[in-house]
């Protein structure tokens, strides 16, 4: 299918920008030039309160004021070195409205000044935090669901295969899952569609920076995690982009899923690019996909 239009408008606006590209750059440069392209969001949300899990900086968004709420506990992108709770602050509004359920934004720690497995440990330590202190939150301990975007979403498909505490669902937008970059997807699509197959290397080097972890380790990507880690795995649903270098690796974990007899839906959107979910001023298929990722994590939430 060709390019969305409406995401072909969007690159051209940022290509007219004229960013280096963002494997020339250092992270400090490249996280000053990310945040300024952060507006802030307006879309409404009943509470927000940052809070402190356990020396991890924590957001929490409730859509109502009950105290028996469903919590999703979200992990955002930015391929473990760029973004943080301001910079998927209107993801997590539309989450929490959509599932009328709370949310709870997670400011892991970043690379390559935290490495792996720095943001791994605060992202398994937060969600720990929240089932503790669940009932203070609002929220019923035995339904928790983890999720996230990209570098977000490889961190929620970890936790779901480690599950340091009882897991209802699993949430996995376009997520990395294979840090060894070699599927066709790569080929495809390594350059001209925002995320490119360069700037991923960048990420991934920066990410292992810390010598502790390789690519083929599990906790890394989760792709190369044995059949009974992912047989323990919850339910999952598994989003992906066609002009994405991620897609390919996205969709081959969630077949794994599938063979392993973990219930899972896959949906490709066609003709978009990596990071539409986030992109909900811009892309019509945005706010689509937030729906449906609400939809489904609220089911699993409420059953």
């Known amino acids: 299918m060709p390019l969305h239009p409406q995401s072909a408008a969007l690159l051209d606006a940022l290509a007219q920008l004229g960013a280096p590209p963002l494997d020339t750059q250092d992270p400090v440069s490249a996280r000053r030039g990310f945040d300024a392209m952060i507006a802030p969001s307006d879309h409404p949300i009943h509470h927000i309160r940052d809070l402190d899990a356990d020396g991890v900086p924590v957001r929490l968004y409730r859509p109502n004021d009950r105290t028996d709420l469903g919590l999703l506990v979200y992990y955002h992108g930015g391929g473990w070195v760029l973004g943080g709770l301001d910079s998927h602050d209107d993801v997590c509004r539309r989450l929490a409205n959509a599932l009328g359920h709370a949310v709870l934004s997670v400011d892991y720690r970043l690379a390559p000044e935290h490495p792996f497995p720095e943001p ?62 070699g599927s066709k997807s790569y080929v495809d699509n390594a350059e001209g569609y925002r995320l490119t ?21 599990p906790r890394v990507s989760p792709l190369c995690a044995p059949d009974t880690a992912l047989a323990s795995a919850p339910p999952a649903l598994v989003i992906t982009a066609e002009y994405d270098p991620l897609r390919d690796e996205g969709e081959d974990y969630a077949r794994r899923l599938i063979a392993a007899g973990v219930p899972c839906t896959l949906t490709r959107y066609y003709g978009q690019i990596h990071g539409f979910f986030s992109m909900s001023a811009f892309v019509d298929d945005a706010p689509q996909a937030i729906a449906q990722a609400a939809a489904a994590v609220k089911q699993a939430l409420e059953r």
């Open 120 to 181: 791994l440990t605060d992202s398994v330590n937060a969600l720990r935090w929240a089932h503790a202190n669940a009932a203070e939150l609002g929220v019923d301990s035995s339904r928790i669901a983890v999720g996230g975007d990209s570098a977000g979403g490889n961190l929620a498909a970890v936790v779901a295969q480690l599950q340091p505490v009882p897991l209802r669902y699993q949430m996995l937008i376009y997520p990395v899952t294979d840090a060894r970059r």
């Open 197 to 217: 197959a360069a700037s991923m290397k960048w990420f991934c080097d920066h990410y292992l920076s810390g010598e502790h972890g390789a690519e083929d380790d």
